[in-house]
């Protein structure tokens, strides 16, 4: 039995009422192209599951169409819903999503990303914390001209695009959700201290506590690194101390979890003793119970955004920013669930 055909340009052009130039110039994301146009022909694109032709598109112009990812990061939550979102929008765009783990050796670590360059030729680099603010990364992919685009880095903001959400602000409100529901005892768990929003999250937290006249004393305080076992470590230190904390907010869902967790084992009945909350709001976060109440970090908006800004091609030559927005803020939203409750 023969195989389907495989869908073409040609098809996709013919339902879509254009000519084979106009769908390759939207699948290049040529700025020419109105938006009604764009809208009409990726529409029929996804209708078909068309897929261009890599090899063919290469011939066609100057680009790899493969775009690299790198990561360093502990929480499993946020990296896969990070590379889920980005591979979808990169088959959306006819793009390929190379990913490389960083390696605890720096030097190992370079010479992934130059052999990542060297091989595939790709168009772009995203960087997620906390490789983004790794300077020896930053220099090998600026001296290769390589566009790249940081996600929630903590300096050299003027020195490439970059996407983040108001950590320091998000922290503050779900700080002061807790304050509002009556929580005067509030610990929390700070996360990877190589990460920037670790600090901005922790900074939002006592500034909270402080705009409304709380003192917490420092055994509130535990550093985690955005693990579950960091996270589990943590709330066993919290659950012994004798005037024990009503609420525990921790500076993600992996952390939160443990602490649910730990706290169950304990015989410590959430939220009816211990509210919890957590941040990103990952799957993991509607997966144990109680359910975790949370700040919804727009993960998926973060790797789509990432993405497209890479294939856009307005950042091809990073030794020309100055004219162009670097700085790209999205929104976040806090999520109450069955962790939390009004003590």
Known sequence: MAEPRRTRIQDVAEQAGVSMMTVSRVLNQDKKVSNKTRQKVMAVVEKLNYRPNVSARRLASSKSFFIGLLYDNPSDSYISQFLLAALKKCRALGYHLVVDEAHLDINKTIESVKQLIDVTQVDGMILLPPMCDNEDVLEVLTKANVPFVRITPDTKLNSSPYICMDDYQAAFDVT???????????????????????????????????????????????????????????????LALDDKPTAIFAANDDMAAAVISIAQQQGINIPGDLSVVGFDDTQLARSVWPHISTVKQPINEMAELSVSLLASGQYDNMSNLKSLELRHILDFELIERESSSIK
Request: aromatic share 8%; hydrophobic share 30%; proline share 3%.
């Open 176 to 238: 002061e959700r807790l304050i509002n529901q009556g929580h005067k005892k509030i610990a929390h768990i700070i996360g990877n201290n190589k990460q920037g929003v670790s600090r901005l999250r922790y900074q939002g937290y006592l500034d909270a506590l402080r705009s409304n006249k709380i003192t917490t004393p420092p055994e509130y305080i535990e550093q985690g690194s955005f693990t579950y076992q960091s996270g589990m470590e943590a709330a066993v230190k919290l």
